[in-house]
């Protein structure tokens, strides 16, 4: 590992856009300015989280203060900035208009002579260095530019625990094949192997994160805004993602992606290895965020005589065992990890939480055009998830325009986990 990752924390209370301009400069100049990053007459893909066509309030995507604010800098390079990103569902030209107007884009690309990308092609790009993923296929507005800026929202994240530098990467695949890399990654450490294997691919020169307002709960999309009051800013993705979990209160390493980082040897996830610059981490901290329901995981909980039968399944498979000194054991790893495929499916199926359609579904089939196993039917005016099929990815989630879908967890994890 080379030198010691820096990351910038700053504080900004508010999206008014010269809160944000000023927490942006400073969280850049901390960092060394943009113009070690950026050069004169570049192409910089601007990269933010819009994950569907929702407006900035509702905090599921990245607010388009923090775009504004950094295509201005970017623009006081001399470079061009572009905003692209391809969010779940069909990647074309009419779905993008719809999403840069409902997520502020447009009006940001209006202000600021911003381009907003609707180049829907492909570039497959080798990937030498990857565990998993060899090639990747990534929009072309991403593989063309001269350096990609990440721009996440700082959000909860059923399959990942958050959403922050590594997860937002995987906008870069476009539209409806992420399907297929969510069927050939079925599993929260495969999944986040495909992640680092997207970053090493995109290699973005810098991820700067929305955690102004973020989001707890159910998130990606279906939780609430969460008063978070932060920029965070950093070269290393993965190191950004550590300083992130630090602030919501989470061990690092229960996030898987920064679980295969330290195995790749790409990171130490020790907030101790990184450099804090700014305002101080403790004064930052997100008290009371809460995590999604397939994070929800308290093995103090269990009754004595289940764990000692649970406790051996959980140690074989744990993202990170055991947390220090505590015996505590990162339950939600109960789905990874490198067990046979017919007992994880058990697990899967007995312990972690399953996507339901509730009362707002109108059956309109939208999460059975997107789900990559084809789990999903829907008659009746309603979809349904068959759990036996289903592999977890949550897209249905994520995607459902009726915010209908529901997580249940199964009679036998909520007896081990609670509710
Ligand atoms: S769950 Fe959502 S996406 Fe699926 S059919 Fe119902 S309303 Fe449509
Ligand atoms: S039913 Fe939903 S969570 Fe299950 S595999 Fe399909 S899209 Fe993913």
């Given at each position: 590992m080379a030198s010691r990752p820096a990351v910038a924390l700053v504080e900004c209370d508010d999206y008014a856009p010269e809160h944000v301009e000023a927490a942006l400069r400073r969280a850049v100049d901390l960092l060394g300015g943009l113009g070690r990053y950026v050069r004169p007459g570049m192409r910089v893909a601007l990269k933010p989280n819009l994950l569907r066509a929702m407006p900035p309030e509702a905090a599921t995507t990245t607010h388009p203060s923090v775009v504004r604010a950094v295509v201005r800098l970017v623009q006081e390079c001399g470079a061009t900035a572009v905003i692209a990103d391809s969010p779940g569902g069909p990647f074309t030209p009419a779905l993008l208009r719809r999403l840069y107007e409902k997520t502020g884009m447009r009006q940001v690309a209006e202000e600021t002579g911003a381009e907003l990308n609707y180049d829907t092609a492909v570039?497959?790009?080798?990937?030498?260095?990857?565990?998993?993923?060899?090639?990747?296929?990534?929009?072309?507005a991403v593989a063309g530019a001269d350096v990609v800026i990440n721009l996440p929202k700082l959000k909860t994240h059923n399959l990942t625990r958050l959403t922050v530098a590594t997860k937002n990467l995987f906008g870069v695949i476009p539209g409806v094949t992420k399907l297929g890399y969510h069927a050939k990654l079925q599993d929260a450490l495969a999944f986040s192997q495909g992640l680092i294997d997207i970053l090493r691919c995109v290699r973005p020169v810098l991820s700067i994160v929305d955690g102004i307002v973020a989001m707890d709960g159910n998130g990606p999309s279906g939780g609430d805004p969460f008063d978070g009051r932060v920029l965070l800013a950093g070269a290393d993705a993965v190191a950004v993602d550590v300083v992130a979990m630090a602030l919501v209160g989470w061990e690092p390493l229960t996030m898987p992606a920064i679980k295969v980082a330290v195995e790749w040897g790409l990171a130490t996830g020790r907030v101790e290895d990184i450099e804090l610059l700014g305002d101080p981490l403790e004064g930052l901290r997100f008290a009371g965020f809460r995590p999604g329901s397939a994070t929800t995981v308290d093995p103090g909980l269990l009754p004595?005589?289940?764990?000692?039968?649970?406790?051996?399944?959980?140690?074989?498979?744990?993202?990170?065992?055991?947390?220090?000194?505590?015996?505590?054991?990162?339950?939600?790893?109960?789905?990874?990890?490198?067990?046979?495929?017919?007992?994880?499916?058990?697990?899967?199926?007995?312990?972690?939480?399953?996507?339901?359609?509730?009362?707002?579904?109108?059956?309109?089939?939208?999460?059975?055009?997107?789900?990559?196993?084809?789990?999903?039917?829907?008659?009746?005016?309603?979809?349904?998830?068959?759990?036996?099929?289903?592999?977890?990815?949550?897209?249905?989630?994520?995607?459902?325009?009726?915010?209908?879908?529901?997580?249940?967890?199964p009679w036998l994890g909520r007896l081990f986990f609670g509710q």
């Open positions: 570039a497959r790009v080798p990937n030498p260095e990857g565990g998993l993923l060899r090639l990747v296929e990534v929009i072309a004595h005589g289940l764990q000692r039968l649970l406790l051996p399944l959980i140690e074989a498979h744990a993202v990170d065992g055991r947390r220090a000194g505590s015996g505590e054991v990162a339950a939600e790893s109960l789905d990874v990890g490198t067990v046979p495929a017919g007992i994880r499916r058990w697990a899967t199926r007995q312990l972690v939480v399953a996507p339901q359609a509730g009362a707002r579904c109108t059956g309109c089939g939208y999460c059975a055009e997107h789900c990559p196993v084809a789990a999903i039917v829907v008659n009746g005016r309603r979809a349904h998830m068959d759990p036996k099929r289903c592999i977890r990815c949550y897209c249905c989630h994520e995607l459902c325009p009726q915010l209908a879908v529901e997580l249940h967890r």
